[in-house]
Nanobody, 125 residues
Framework: QVQLVESGGGLVQAGGSLRLSCEVSGHSLVTAAWFRQAPEKEREYVAH????????AYADSVKGRFTISRDNAKNKVFLMMNDLKPEDTAVYYCAVATWDSGPYSLKGKEPYDRWGQGTRVTVSS
């Protein structure tokens, strides 16, 4: 059974940084991603990384500020968030795909079959 344990959320001032971590156990991975959900908004894509090749992609709203990375040996995925803005306030979710996504975009929720419990990030102005 796949388990995801996230950590690293918290309260930070605008312009600050946080690093989120997600430890994955129980299954080999194809892709890992971060999504976020702000109050009263839909869950949205933030970034993803291919577990083998390490290729990455980002939402336009975080490009240049956030960096996704992984440690294959420790089965961990990270999200380094710099220059945080109040609009980055949300619950951040780690998600993994244990299968090839087929026709689904990796920027959508469909490929991801396991989700973490979420970690809250609050950015004050």
């Amino acid at each position: 059974q796949v388990q995801l344990v996230e950590s690293g959320g918290g309260l930070v001032q605008a312009g600050g940084s946080l690093r989120l971590s997600c430890e994955v156990s129980g299954h080999s991975l194809v892709t890992a991603a971060w999504f976020r959900q702000a109050p009263e908004k839909e869950r949205e894509y933030v970034a993803h990384i291919a577990w083998r090749g390490g290729g990455t992609a980002y939402a336009d709203s975080v490009k240049g500020r956030f960096t996704i990375s992984r440690d294959n040996a420790k089965n961990k995925v990270f999200l380094m968030m710099n220059d945080l803005k109040p609009e980055d306030t949300a619950v951040y979710y780690c998600a993994v795909a244990t299968w090839d996504s087929g026709p689904y975009s990796l920027k959508g929720k469909e490929p991801y079959d396991r989700w973490g419990q979420g970690t809250r990030v609050t950015v004050s102005s």
